[in-house]
T-cell receptor
Framework: EAGVAQSPRYKIIEKRQSVAFWCNPI?????LYWYQQILGQGPKLLIQ????????DSQLPKDRFSAERLKGVDSTLKIQPAKLEDSAVYLC???????????FGSGTRLTVV | SQELEQSPQSLIVQEGKNLTINCTSS?????LYWYKQKYGEGLIFLMM?????EEKSHEKITAKLDEKKQQSSLHITASQPSHAGIYLC????????????FGTGTRLQVTL
């Protein structure tokens, strides 16, 4: 079974620029998550999708962050405009409706300078 | 304060030594997940615990969930360099295995 694919692996941008990350979950996984992990901290949930609908986006800074999963498969997370404090690893994860944990992608490391 | 506290924050052990990492929740858990993360990479699922008193083992790693389901420990026996990384516990507070809340992690280094 192929894992969760994320791209790009690394991105360096200047503040106030925009950036987009892509995630392709494991085939058949209806639930998709985006997490933000700042250096030295645990991952923090940004948004949860069930198929193409948003389940929870309470911690997503909606003034600058947006995410979509239009066809219920792959997803895009966008930041516009980026701030220095957005520097982090952005992790995508997917799961089936069961209790065996998520499968995480390798993440995208964003550096805002 | 953190809802999920991990201790220690970092740990350096000599190869072959045993070690324990703790994860304490301020609230009762439906489930507790352990993940391992190599620097700059994604999280690898290790184990999931659901029942109070439950204990699971995989190779040289054993995880336990206490009876009250508010504390878990991860024990590594005879540590190896391959065990180095960041260990994260994740809490399921809803009973649906979704929206895990993670601790801040324990960074483990294994010296030769």
């Amino acid at each position: 079974e192929a894992g969760v694919a994320q791209s790009p692996r690394y991105k360096i941008i200047e503040k106030r620029q925009s950036v987009a990350f892509w995630c392709n979950p494991i085939s058949g996984h209806a639930t998709l998550y985006w997490y933000q992990q700042i250096l030295g901290q645990g991952p923090k949930l940004l948004i949860q999708f069930q198929n193409n609908g948003v389940v929870d986006d309470s911690q997503l800074p909606k003034d600058r962050f947006s995410a979509e999963r239009l066809k219920g498969v792959d997803s895009t997370l966008k930041i516009q405009p980026a701030k220095l404090e957005d520097s982090a690893v952005y992790l995508c994860a997917s799961s089936r409706p069961s209790r065996v944990g998520y499968t995480f992608g390798s993440g995208t490391r964003l550096t805002v300078v | 304060s953190q809802e999920l506290e991990q201790s220690p924050q970092s740990l350096i052990v000599q190869e072959g030594k045993n070690l324990t990492i703790n994860c304490t929740s301020s609230k009762t858990l439906y489930g507790l997940y352990w993940y391992k993360q190599k620097y700059g990479e994604g999280l690898i699922f290790l184990m999931m615990l659901q029942k109070g008193g439950e204990e699971k083992s995989h190779e040289k790693i054993t995880a336990k969930l206490d009876e009250k389901k508010q504390q878990s420990s991860l024990h590594i026996t005879a540590s190896q360099p391959s065990h180095a990384g960041i260990y994260l516990c994740g809490a399921d507070r809803t009973g649906t295995a979704s929206k895990l809340t993670f601790g801040t992690g324990t960074r483990l280094q294994v010296t030769l």
